[in-house]
């Protein structure tokens, strides 16, 4: 009986160091080929580190002894995709014969990823009564914007586990959605030129036909030319969510007396990043501008801040005010709404669980 021949297991770790926290670690993997008649494959491994924390793994395969990892392998069942626990044994089962009917060789490879969340993602734990007449927001925000190495990382895990396309060269679609009618990210955006930068805000990740990597210099910039439907498929595969406008608002004013996220009645460039602001990229570095109110940063300007609230139909509300707003499009209560697969050079998002 012809078979698929698996005769070496390579192994990547993506680790994600959450301050002290240790990353994930994939070891003990054993494969074999079922001889029943079924041909499936068993891939089983130890998963252990990330403290505990539920890890999203995946499998990719190789045909050509792992220089590249092209083999549209999809039937995975078992220990595979999110919300996957620590423990010894763990046990992956494939239909390769389902993804490669007709299709035999020797020199077949499987790398298996494990990842416990966004690089750096800092969470800050506040309970806020809300502001009056709107739900309180109980539970962990992130500290900072949603910045590119985070989404970066995730397009990265999400096109190994075959969750995304990229269309043109230019566009990033769930594989899903074949009408390509819910864009997730415009790699092609060009930034906006005027208010002080050259192409301010521009998409800073780039895809070479098997990676996405970030521009150097802006991986802690927040990540822009994402739509409301990219940062929610963000959120989904790592077990986030986004804020409701009216969470977002308890949280960036603070104790109901701030004006500004930034913690002040009245703001200049010095203290937010908004109209006027001289910075030659449009976007800075998550931050830079300081901790107010519960320890949040950028809660006012940087970029405009997708939320789940749905303004009307496909309109969702955006809240914080971006790079080249003036400043009442950045003060606590103000909303934007924009289409769900929008994106822009000021648009961006932060999560929370």
Known sequence: MKRILISTVMLTLIS????????????????????DGSTLVDIRYTLSGAEGDNCTVSVQV????????????????????????PGNDKLITWDCIKDLPGVFGSNYRIKVTADNGPARMVWVYINDSGVSGHERFDGYMSKYETTNAQYCQFLNVAKASNLITVYNNSSVYATSDTSHSQLYYNLAGAGLTGYGP?????????????LFTVDSGFENHPVTYVSWYGATAFCEYYGYRLPTEWEWQAVADFNGSFIYGCGTSSINNNTMNYFGSTHPYGTTSVGAFGAYGYGMCD??????????SIYSGSLRVLRSGGW????????VSHKNKLDQDFTFSDIGFRVCR
């Not at 050259?198 to 098997?210: L, M, P, Q, V, W």
């Not at 707003?325 to 950045?330: L, Y």
């Open 198 to 210: 050259t192409n301010g805000g521009a998409a800073r990740i780039k895809y070479d036909g098997s």
């Open 16 to 35: 994600t160091a959450v301050f002290a926290k240790s990353p994930p670690v994939v070891s003990n993997i054993t494969i074999s080929q079922r001889t």
């Open 299 to 308: 809660m006012a300007g940087n970029v405009w801040e997708w939320t789940s």
């Open 62 to 85: 190789s045909s050509d002894g792992g220089s590249t990892w092209m083999v549209p392998a999809v039937s995975f069942t078992g220990a595979v995709g999110s919300n996957i626990t």
């Open 324 to 331: 080249p707003n003036p400043n009442d499009g950045c003060t």
